[in-house]
Nanobody
Framework: QVQLVESGGGLVQVGGSLRLSCAAS????????AGWFRQAPGKEREIVAA????????YYADSMKGRATISRDNAKNTVDLQMNSLKPEDTAVYYC???????????????????WGQGAQVTVSS
């Protein structure tokens, strides 16, 4: 199993930037694909971005293309999400997720991931 802990959430103004980080522990993180999801009040959890265990292949939700960059450092067991040009509709709890299975890509559904962090609140104020 792998344990995930998010950090870096907070309050940011419209048009600002924020970097979320997820620290993994427990197992060799390079054996897991990873992703970032978000859930706004009253809405379902949705994919933001995902990255293969190699760190080379990525996937982005249409809403975040050009505004987000997912990256990972397997030596440090971290996966980061850099978000720019933030909008009020980006306000949500952001979750880090990991999946051991090597098959299936892109992974963009909550059922594609087995391990989840506790979440980090991101609030974009106007």
């Amino acid at each position: 199993q792998v344990q995930l802990v998010e950090s870096g959430g907070g309050l940011v103004q419209v048009g600002g930037s924020l970097r979320l980080s997820c620290a993994a522990s427990g197992q060799l993180f390079s054996n897991y694909d990873a992703g970032w999801f978000r859930q706004a009040p009253g809405k379902e959890r949705e994919i933001v971005a995902a990255i293969r265990r190699s760190g080379i292949v990525t996937y982005y939700a249409d809403s975040m293309k050009g505004r987000a960059t997912i990256s990972r450092d397997n030596a440090k067991n971290t996966v980061d999400l850099q978000m720019n040009s933030l909008k009020p509709e980006d306000t949500a709890v952001y979750y880090c997720a990991a999946d051991w299975a090597s098959i299936g890509w892109p992974k963009k559904g909550t059922s594609d991931f087995d391990y989840w962090g506790q979440g980090a609140q991101v609030t974009v104020s106007s």
